[in-house]
């Protein structure tokens, strides 16, 4: 089977808010200051609310590229794929190489997305990684996020949601250097 039919489109799509959901201004001032930051954490456990979080911070941005991890993504290779895919969605090319090259090519693709998204985004955007904290210990997957991170593209906002904080030594770099807002 090959990546591009690995890649479970609706894991890309936010999903629909819920109904009645009790707005706190405080939150809502956090989330519009969480726009001077590269780097978005919103962290609590199950249950209290980290995707209907996600959702309302979306609402301050133009376009939102969404990927809700699940426990199959912990495959370095299927999550990149998914990544490309919520960027991409005709990352058919990208797939291809990235499967013929394995995880050799890996790098050289991501670099290829980063850079096309400098090109690419004009407006505000924000890349949505929901339930992160089942992939936060696989380290080639670290590594690619942290890229992404340090070398976002200027329009390019990343919001995670888990339930643990990150702990790898650039997200507790980008915490004292104030590039992370961390919301709990």
Not at 59 to 86: C, G, M, N
Request: glycine share 4%.
């Amino acid at each position: 089977m090959s990546l591009s039919e690995m890649v479970i489109k609706s894991k890309l799509i936010p999903p629909q808010p819920q109904r009645d959901v009790f707005h706190r201004a405080r939150l809502q001032e956090k989330f519009k200051a969480s726009r001077n930051h590269p780097l978005t954490v919103i962290h609590a456990g199950t249950g209290f609310g980290k995707t209907t979080a996600l959702l309302e911070l979306c609402s301050y941005y133009k376009q939102v590229f969404w990927y809700d991890i699940t426990e199959p993504d912990r495959d370095p290779a299927l999550f990149l794929a998914h990544l490309l895919s919520a960027f991409l969605p005709s990352s058919a090319q990208l797939l291809e190489r990235l499967q013929s090259g394995g995880m050799a090519a890996a790098q050289g693709i991501l670099t290829t997305l980063i850079n096309q998204l400098t090109l690419d985004l004009e407006d505000d955007v924000v890349l949505v990684l929901d339930d992160y904290h089942l992939v936060s210990d696989v380290a080639d997957i670290t590594r690619w996020v942290e890229q992404l991170i340090e070398n976002h593209p200027p329009h390019l906002h990343v919001a995670i949601a888990s339930r643990t904080i990150p702990e790898s030594p650039a997200f507790i770099r980008w915490r004292v250097k104030g590039t992370l807002m961390l919301i709990d």
